[in-house]
């Protein structure tokens, strides 16, 4: 049995800027939905990536680490989306963890 001609992978890939292009032409479509709202294609592109522009503005690097210590809700992939966008690394922390956790 032969294995198939694959293409390698890119040598850098970033999942947030490839889920905005896949969803550019459906702005409209919903994305995500929490207790109070929804959040489309369009309004998570924008609040992605303004996400992005504000970690870089603080001087955050490419590969370091951001600390995500949120409630859930739309702002959470927004948030772990930005991070990815921009470079940086999101570490997500579950706000209900104790100290002895």
Excluded: C, I, K, Q
Excluded at 2 to 27: C, I, K, Q, W, Y
Excluded at 91 to 101: E, F, G, M, P
């Amino acid at each position: 049995m032969s294995t198939p001609d694959v293409a390698p992978p890119p040598e850098r890939f970033n999942f947030a800027a490839h889920l905005l292009a896949l969803n550019t032409g459906h702005p409209e479509r919903v994305a995500f939905v929490d207790d109070r709202s929804g959040l489309t294609y369009g309004e998570l592109d924008e609040r992605v990536r303004r996400m992005a522009a504000a970690l870089r503005g603080a001087g955050l690097r490419r590969e370091e680490r951001v600390l995500l210590m949120m409630v859930d809700g739309n702002d959470w992939p927004v948030a772990f989306l930005g991070a990815m966008y921009a470079g940086v690394v999101p570490v997500a922390v579950n706000t209900l963890l104790t100290a002895d956790d």
